[in-house]
């Protein structure tokens, strides 16, 4: 299968998946009542399990599976979450990596010994039971009640007339939780060719255990509890588990994702009465409402088209207009109850002529609002348009009550509904939702028109039936879109709310504002705030501002869409862009040299050539930027663990996530991270008991930062532990030869310890630090990355460890400088000062060579000339020019012939074609198109020390 | 609703309410034109109770005339909603 594009497609997601997980469920821990959150993981597990069945990956399938009727669980927060059920679906995380891991690799290896146990440990989890030391039970009163209902179901044989599908309040039913069993009465269904196939024949007897309220089992009825026969019934306690397909049942075999294909059904034909129980397999009641839905499947990812169906204008026998027009009498009836205006037909004459007003405004609300859902498809976020939206079809919900129109009722309510979401930051108008809005504008017009005809000609339409047939299914699909709709915003705050926050108005008054609102008043918040004289128009500007701003950014953000590139392609194009950008300059060099109009054109032509192309690579330099919030996220596993090892309370908090930097340097900067945050955790942190001791709060905390700085990223490794303890350091280093027992240490030098190889104040060698090993590999590895690491410290209070990063290692901005002739470049970060010197400040001293005086300071003093093997041009550093440099190895001074000039070079890599020269990091093209070697100043100070029998930094 | 050259009738992809007439006169057709009601469900993309009761309605035909019924490859949408409305042993019937 290797080189299949869409296993490859599965396996790259869920790469991204199981990242995503891992700090999902670390997050878990402390927001187990966050709904999104366990809804997250949830669809996440699901998504996972879907595809691996569907790519042929069933252990990966299985085990997605059995994590998800654990989180099944708790989102129907029939089990607690715990340390526990983190553990059980941590380590299952692990075991999914590995395997997700094994795919990447194009290995394999049998888990099968591992995951059944594994999924067996998950089922008992979702089961309730806990497991090993660390398991913690759940406080009593949090697991909350499970009770079994019995319903019976038998609804008039006319509902499909009245809206009601009976599908979708099965449906409904199983989404409130487990359903034991389904009997379904068939008896009364007749032989085909006797049947009318808009009667409905069958009912049910249904037992569901679940979590909810009665009245929430009620509320699947609400809209039909007059239309038939039903009874709901409380039994006995207790829920079921989910079957596992990893223990042996035949979906695991098959990799087969969906439970209720597991299901055996076998209802006889019979009274309910008498026909033999059926007991089915459990079936989770929300994997069953996850599974393809039974009626027109509409997903918010659903195209418009499937969400309004044509409408076939087929006449319904009892629909069909009279022969002649009636009069407005009781011998409408029976058109009447096809369409659902008998409740219409019976009202009394005051009442009709209220009814004449509700077709008259309606029409006109509905002609109006249609233009308003237009206005709204240009800018979802609008948010006084979907607050006039909501208040017709609230007007129109009430009135339709009113009048005993159910089923205008019914869509109004479901509309509004949506509504309802959308000016609470729920759901962004996209365009499945906005074609939802327009088929209800459509239906709600199609029955007002009923109710016109009825009114003005005595008459019904001919597709007034099926308008009502409609109305049922465009109900069930505003349903299951908003079911399946997820918040893609934070909600805004209700301008209200945030008018009280600035402190514009006092809350009384927006509590009286929204009363009148509610009471009808056609006008926004803001405005009767301002009418009332409670606030200034100003002021509800500023608010709308800040509500409109909440708003509009998730919208844009969801309109990115990516896709994945391979890095060696960026790798080309960034070098083939870095080449236009040199023959460019050199071709402007050459014009430049040259004279007459022609040549001024030709000037101008390559200055706008020039702009063009560094604009080019600033957009691929740009592609090759990631945020580094992913590589800060996959610490939370690590400071869980680690700080759960030590005994350390840690609050771990992340910021400047969002922050970019280059893909390279992302991916080399993860270890000395860990380095640090192993370090603050072991070293910085103390324990509760220690904390508490010295006044703070038991739970330390470890912050992750990122900022841009200038061309540079900084991250910062934060906490508020004990700080460096300045006596411990000039101890160790005391004892470790490293600084004489009465030598004056300034804070810099102290600081500067740390990060000496095998440096260590740990008392203690423990799994995670002491051994001295991390801080200096810490400053080598950004020290190769072309960065620099430092730390600020307060004893008591804490320290930083802050770590500068070139923005990308592809460009540097380099200094030019001549030795002997040749151009070289050297990076201005490790250039401290360029200084001509005098004459005095160069002295010998015995033994170590030349030094050079600098700001109170001996600097060894070395020249490149001899380094590099040329011919000496300027022998005398007076007539040259001196880099003062600092790197790991210290300050220095470096004598070349001139500085030439600073520029951003573009850094080829000598290696693919030459064998790796010490010393020299790259090369670049010059302007002139000359070639120019990068000077890795560490590298070579290294390789001079060690050909001259010295110690190596 | 056409036979297959192996005898299968094939189920169209809207069993609902909408079209719950249409596909009453489909199904009462080949309830009088004879022969095995092999119904194959692969196309099934909606499906409710108005669609699903006429199926049983046909093998309540199907069983008074002793004539094999059953409901091959299912989709999972029609498979699902048999299921949500009890109605699974549909699924099981064999010729």
């Known amino acids: 299968m290797a080189g299949d594009p869409y296993r490859d497609v599965f396996i790259a997601e869920a790469r991204d998946l199981t990242a995503a997980l891992e700090q999902d469920l670390v997050d878990l821990e402390g927001k187990s009542g966050d709904g999104e959150l366990i809804s997250r993981i949830f669809r996440a597990a699901h998504t996972m399990k879907s595809s691996a069945a569907m790519f042929g990956f069933p252990e990966i399938a299985s085990l997605t599976h059995a994590m998800e009727s654990v989180l099944d669980r708790v989102r129907d927060h029939v089990l607690a979450i715990d340390a526990a059920v983190v553990n059980t679906l941590l380590d299952a995380l692990d075991c999914l990596r590995q395997m997700v891991n094994e795919a990447t690799e194009g290995t394999s290896s049998d888990h099968s010994e591992a995951l059944a146990p594994l999924c067996e440990r998950l089922l008992q989890v979702a089961a309730g039971a806990t497991f090993g030391p660390a398991a913690v039970s759940p406080p009593a009163g949090v697991e909350p009640k499970v009770t079994t209902y019995q319903i019976h179901l038998a609804l008039n044989d006319d509902v499909f007339f009245q809206g009601t599908s009976p599908t979708l309040l099965l449906d409904e039913l199983a989404t409130l939780g487990h359903v034991i069993e389904v009997r379904c009465d068939t008896s009364r269904v007749p032989e085909i060719c006797e049947i009318d196939p808009l009667k409905l024949y069958l009912s049910w007897d249904i037992t569901l255990t679940s979590t909810a309220a009665r009245t929430a089992v009620e509320e699947v009825f609400l809209f039909c509890r007059n239309d038939g026969d039903i009874h709901i019934a409380e039994l006995t306690d207790g829920p079921p588990a989910s079957p596992c397909p990893c223990t042996g049942s035949p979906a695991a075999k098959d990799g087969s994702a969906i439970p209720v294909a597991a299901v055996a059904t076998g209802v006889q034909e019979g009274p309910a009465s008498t026909a033999p129980r059926l007991v089915v397999a459990p079936v989770a009641g929300r994997a069953l409402a996850a599974a393809p839905r039974p009626v027109a499947p509409l997903a918010p990812a659903t195209p418009p088209a499937a969400i309004s169906p044509p409408v076939v204008a087929t006449p319904h026998p009892a629909a069909a207009p009279p022969a002649a027009a009636t009069p407005l009498t009781g011998a409408l009836a029976e058109g009447a109850e096809a369409t659902g205006l008998e409740a219409v037909a019976k009202l009394p004459a005051d009442d009709l002529e209220i009814l004449h007003d509700f077709y008259g405004e309606s029409a006109e609300s509905l002609a109006a609002v249609e233009e308003k859902i237009l206005a709204l498809e240009a800018d979802p976020t609008d948010l006084e348009t979907i607050h006039a939206l909501f208040r017709t079809f609230h007007s129109m919900k009430g009135s339709a009550g009113f009048l005993q129109l159910e089923v205008l009722g019914k869509l109004a309510h479901e509309t509004e509904n949506m509504l309802d979401r959308a000016r609470n930051g729920a759901l962004l108008f996209d365009d499945n939702s906005i074609a939802l809005l327009l088929t209800s504008i459509d239906l709600a017009r199609g029955l007002n028109d009923n109710i016109g005809a009825f009114l003005e000609k005595g008459a019904i339409p001919a597709d007034a039936t099926l308008r009502h047939l409609r109305v049922g299914d465009h109900v069930a699909m505003i349903r299951r879109f908003l079911a399946g709709a997820r918040p893609v915003v934070e909600p805004p705050k209700p301008i209200g709310k945030i008018l009280v926050e600035r402190g514009a108005v006092a809350p009384a008054d927006v509590g009286e504002a929204v009363t009148e609102q509610l009471a009808g008043s056609p006008n926004t918040l803001g405005t009767i705030l301002v009418d009332k004289g409670k606030v200034t128009p100003e002021k509800v500007g500023e608010a709308l501002a800040e509500q409109r701003a909440q708003a509009v950014q998730p919208a844009v953000q969801k309109t990115i869409s990516a896709i994945r590139v391979d890095t060696e392609r960026l790798d080309a194009m960034m070098n083939s862009v870095g080449e236009i950008v040199i023959a460019q300059s050199h071709a402007l060099k050459l014009a430049t040299e040259m004279e007459g109009e022609h040549a001024e054109r030709l000037q101008t032509a390559l200055y706008e050539v020039e702009r063009l192309s560094r604009n080019l690579q600033d957009v691929v330099m740009g592609v090759r930027m990631m945020p580094i919030g992913p590589t800060f996220k996959q610490f939370a596993r690590f400071v869980r663990d680690s700080s759960r090892e030590l005994g350390k309370e840690v609050n771990f908090v992340v910021t400047g996530e969002e922050t970019e930097l280059d893909k390279t340097v992302i991916e080399k900067i993860g270890d000395p991270l860990k380095h640090l945050i192993r370090n603050s955790l072991d070293h910085g942190l103390e324990t509760p008991e220690e904390r508490l001791a010295a006044g703070k709060s038991a739970k330390g905390t470890l912050e992750l930062k990122a900022a841009h700085e200038g061309g540079s990223v900084i991250i910062e490794v934060i906490d508020d532990g004990h700080g460096i303890r300045r006596d411990k350091v000039l101890a160790k280093a005391i004892a470790k030869g490293l600084v004489a027992a009465d030598q004056e240490v300034s804070d810099e030098q102290i600081r500067r310890l740390i990060f000496q190889p095998g440096f260590s104040t740990a008392e203690q060698v423990s799994a995670l630090s002491g051994r001295g090993v991390g801080m200096d590999v810490v400053k080598r590895n950004v020290d190769e990355l072309r960065g620099s690491v430092d730390i600020e410290s307060e004893e008591g209070k804490g320290s930083v460890l802050r770590i500068r990063l070139p923005l990308t290692l592809a460009i540097i901005e380099g200094m030019v400088v001549s030795v002997s002739g040749q151009p070289y470049i050297v990076p201005v970060l490790a250039i401290v000062e360029s ?71 573009v850094i080829k890599n000598l290696e693919d074609n030459f064998t790796k020269l010490p010393g020299i990091s790259g090369a670049t093209i010059l302007a002139e198109g000359n070639v120019a070697l990068i000077l890795d100043l560490l590298g070579l100070y290294d390789y001079r020390q060690a050909a001259a029998g010295g110690v190596v930094a | 609703m056409k036979r297959t050259k192996r005898g299968e009738l094939s189920l169209p992809n809207n069993l609902t309410v909408e079209r719950a007439e249409g596909l009453c006169r489909d199904l009462q057709k080949v309830a009088e034109d004879g022969g095995d009601l092999i119904f194959l469900g692969d196309r099934v993309e909606a499906a409710d109770v108005a669609g699903l009761q006429l199926l049983v309605a046909t093998r309540a035909m199907a069983r008074a005339a002793e004539r094999p019924f059953a409901i091959q490859r299912p989709s999972t949408v029609l498979r699902d909603a048999l299921v949500l409305c009890g109605l699974g042993d549909l699924l099981e019937e064999k010729r």
């Open chain 1, 835 to 905: 200084i001509r010197p005098r004459p005095q400040d160069i002295q010998h001293v015995a033994g170590q060579g030349e030094v050079l005086f600098f700001r109170n300071e001996y600097l060894p003093l070395y020249r490149l000339y001899e380094w590099l093997g040329h011919e000496p041009r300027v022998t005398q550093p007076e007539k040259g020019i001196v880099l003062v440099v600092e790197d790991r190895a210290g300050r220095r001074a470096l004598l070349a012939d001139d500085l030439l000039g600073q520029q951003q070079v």
